[in-house]
């Protein structure tokens, strides 16, 4: 059973940083990190940094300068490394991946979220 597992996230004053990790757990046979999102209270869930096709990243306007993305195909592991961060950046944060498990074709997972305050 493959799963990604979050790790992370917490309550930061403005202006400081925190790293999430995402880690895939289980049988994987490959393993392609695609991106972070993030869901705020009474909003839709939005892509906040995120590889492309060709391995460039896209970041969020809202994140740029702030934000990097960055991965590990070979450890399973996809990585935020959020600074300068706003109260505005408060939300739960999901990773998103496709990975193929052993003996499976290769789907997209999420992570189950994790939540970042940023207090004022």
């Known amino acids: 059973q493959v799963q990604l597992v979050e790790s992370g996230g917490g309550l930061v004053q403005a202006g400081g940083s925190l790293r999430l990790s995402c880690a895939a757990s289980?049988?994987?046979?490959?393993?392609?990190?695609r991106g972070w999102y993030r869901e705020a209270p009474g909003k839709q869930r939005e892509a906040v940094a995120t590889?492309?096709?060709?391995?460039?990243?896209n970041y969020a306007d809202s994140v740029k300068g702030r934000f990097t993305i960055s991965r590990d195909n070979a450890k399973n592991t996809v990585y935020l490394l959020m600074n300068s961060l706003k109260p505005e950046d408060t939300a739960v944060y999901y990773c998103?991946?496709?990975?193929?498990?052993?003996?499976?074709?290769?789907?997209?997972?999420w992570g189950q979220g994790t939540q970042v305050t940023v207090s004022s």
């Open positions: 998103n991946a496709l990975v193929s498990g052993v003996g499976d074709r290769l789907r997209s997972y």
């Open positions: 590889f492309t096709a060709g391995g460039g990243t």
């Open positions: 289980g049988s994987i046979f490959s393993f392609n990190g």
